[in-house]
């Protein structure tokens, strides 16, 4: 049989899976409405401190001073305009803290009841107590930094304010004496959003996990009614067998992928810093590294629900090793270990690499030769797995 005849049962066969999309209305809808749900999801679930307010927060002022007032006086003149808190009052500590636990405040601003006489005594500092409710790890992260550095910003220019008699008479400057050096934190993209991190994930998700889904319809399902037993015993290759279903899934995966990048573009105004050509390079070897393992796993399967469960199974946990939602370096070592052998991995780290930071693909040279090698690797499997699955 020629080139020209496999290339051609190829596609012939590729078409074919194509149509049957055209002809399902609904999931042509959910294409589009997959990733669109599991971007808004993370557009609003996961809040930066620059989104969070209303949050409950209680304030104990055990100090019989006039300092500590002042203090509370400025944090509410603060949050009259940031609006980031909803502030209650505490008589003690404790009252606070069984606010916390009974869940009506997530956190409490705590001035001790020496806060005005260590103060101006200035015989040790005078620290005010942020308490944060840690059963809720990313909020009490955000408002502990918040408040704590609004409390540190009240005490530099309380110091300021002390030291501006003598700074004058001697020509120097009151802030620089307070704080002669800080650090100045600096991306290498104006980028920092939790959301821009985790979309090029999303993107990637969600298409191979629509083409690994996806794959059990294509091959274990027409393998149950009886239709792949057709393509068996017509003058057809193997080889175009897994080619046209292949390639089916990878135009499908690729045109899905596109769709999610322009609704993360246009409908969450995320910044695309790569080139659009390196983009849909990975989006393309993306969907490619993973149909031949998908082939593999349904061409094993019995039936369709149980090639379902096996792919489902697979991809699942791949999902959360291969760092869409959270940092590979915040994992255990082993994880970490594990996390550095699946090809999704490489997937998400060139897609985001390329999205938020600029990259090329001579950038994510190595994330392009591991998916591209095991894309191949699994084909080159898939050819006699299936072959002896459907005659099975």
């Known amino acids: 049989m020629g080139i020209k005849s496999e290339i051609s049962h190829t596609l012939w066969i590729t078409w074919k899976d194509l149509m049957e999309l055209r002809r399902s209305k609904m999931r042509m809808a959910m294409m589009v409405l997959m990733p669109l749900i599991m971007m808004a999801m993370m557009s609003f679930m996961f809040p930066s401190s620059n989104s969070v307010s209303n949050i409950p927060v209680a304030i104990v002022n055990a100090d019989s001073g006039s300092a500590g007032s002042e203090i509370i006086y400025a944090i509410e003149q603060m949050n009259s305009e940031s609006k980031m808190m909803i502030l209650k009052n505490a008589s003690s500590e404790e009252e606070a803290r069984n606010m916390i636990v009974e869940g009506s405040t997530l956190g409490a601003i705590i001035i001790p009841e020496d806060f005005s006489q260590v103060l101006s005594t200035r015989s ?11 059963s809720n790890p990313q909020i009490s992260q955000i408002l502990s930094q918040v408040l704590t550095q609004i409390i540190n910003s009240m ?10 008699p003598m700074a004058r008479e001697i020509g120097i400057n009151p802030v620089a004496m307070v704080v002669p050096f800080k650090a100045e934190s600096k991306g290498v993209t104006e980028s920092s959003s939790y959301v821009e991190f985790v979309i090029p994930g999303l993107l990637m998700m969600t298409m191979i996990t629509s083409v690994m889904t996806g794959l059990p319809r294509a091959i274990a399902y027409e393998k149950d009614i009886g239709t792949m037993n057709g393509f068996l015993a017509a003058p057809i290759s193997r080889f175009s067998i897994i080619g046209g279903k292949a390639l089916g899934r990878i135009i499908r995966g690729f045109i899905q992928g596109i769709l999610s990048l322009v609704l993360a573009i246009v409908l969450f105004r995320i910044n695309v810093y790569g080139s659009l050509l390196s983009i849909f390079a990975i989006l393309f070897l993306g969907v490619f590294s993973f149909v031949g393992l998908g082939i593999v796993m349904t061409s094993i399967a019995e039936d369709e629900e149980t090639a379902s469960m096996i792919i489902m199974t697979l991809t699942l946990p791949m999902m959360f090793l291969s760092g869409i939602f959270f940092p590979i370096e915040m994992m255990p070592s082993f994880m970490q270990t594990i996390s550095r052998w699946l090809p999704f991995t490489y997937a998400v780290d060139a897609m985001r690499r390329i999205m938020v930071f600029g990259a090329t693909l001579g950038n994510v040279y190595t994330d392009v030769v591991v998916m591209l090698a095991f894309g191949i690797a699994t084909l080159i499997i898939a050819i006699p797995v299936f072959e002896r699955g459907m005659t099975r």
């Open 124 to 134: 040790s500092t005078a620290d005010i107590t942020v308490m944060t409710d840690n």
């Open 155 to 164: 005490s530099e220019e309380y110091a300021v304010m002390g030291l501006e």
